[in-house]
């Protein structure tokens, strides 16, 4: 089947202006997670959704990271006011159940780019 | 919060020999470990879960191991091939994942 899917592949935009990034995970799976990989930091995570309710947040940077998910699918992470630090690969991945589950496994996207000049 | 470390950061060996590649966690307290592959450029493939109740788990010619007192976690690759050459990434999942930072192989023809 197919498997998680994000749009576009590759962004960039000026310092200063809003970006959205589109992840469309795996059919049936509740479980959808956000993660940011930098060459500083390596692979972060970001935050978590269950269903359309994202129970841990603790992972975004600050407060110009947002996320929804509509429908139980498909999520939007929003940077708004997009500074250079923010230039990175946003990764999402999807899980058949998630909320701690020994067999729970994260399949990922091929991620968004960014770049922020 | 959850440490991960990875050693070695990077690894060379000739087609045919066998990869180990370790990890290390501080935190115990996990539901599972994911070995996950990386190709430049492009998102991360699973290779292999072990349950936090798992000593070992395999797949073809991939074989990882999990000592969770002891807060490690090996992945063997036997007969390594060149196609084998990517970056390697543990990650502990509390129900999000804590990534090492990689190690990148490198497999010679």
């Known amino acids: 089947g197919a498997g998680v899917s994000q749009s576009p592949s590759n962004k960039v935009t000026e310092k200063g202006k809003d970006v959205e990034l589109r992840c469309d995970p795996i059919?049936?799976?509740?479980?959808l997670y956000w993660y940011r990989q930098s060459l500083g930091q390596g692979l972060e995570f970001l935050i978590y959704?269950?269903?359309?309710?994202?129970?841990?947040k603790s992972g975004l940077p600050s407060d110009r990271f947002s996320a929804e998910r509509t429908g139980g699918s498909v999520s939007t992470l929003t940077i708004q006011r997009t500074q250079q630090e923010d230039s990175a690969v946003y990764l999402c991945?999807?899980?058949?159940?998630?909320?701690?589950?020994?067999?729970?496994?994260?399949?990922f996207g091929p991620g968004t780019r960014l770049t922020v000049l | 919060k959850q440490e991960v470390t990875q050693i070695p950061a990077a690894l060379s060996v000739p087609e045919g020999e066998n990869l180990v590649l370790n990890c290390s966690f501080t935190?115990?307290?996990?539901?599972?470990l994911q070995w996950f592959r990386q190709d430049p450029g492009k998102g991360l493939t699973s290779l292999l879960l072990?349950?936090?109740?798992?000593r070992e788990q395999t797949s073809g010619r991939l074989n990882a191991s999990l000592d969770k007192s002891s807060g490690r976690s090996t992945l063997y690759i036997a007969a390594s091939q060149p196609g084998d050459s990517a970056t390697y990434l543990c990650?502990?999942?509390?129900?999000?994942?804590?990534f090492g930072a990689g190690t990148t192989v490198t497999v010679r023809a």
């Open positions: 991945a999807s899980s058949l159940e998630g909320g701690g589950r020994y067999t729970d496994t994260q399949y």
């Open positions: 059919s049936g799976h509740t479980a």
């Open positions: 959704f269950q269903g359309n309710s994202a129970p841990d």
């Open positions: 935190d115990s307290a996990i539901y599972n």
């Open positions: 072990i349950q936090s109740s798992q």
């Open positions: 990650a502990t999942n509390d129900y999000k994942l804590s």
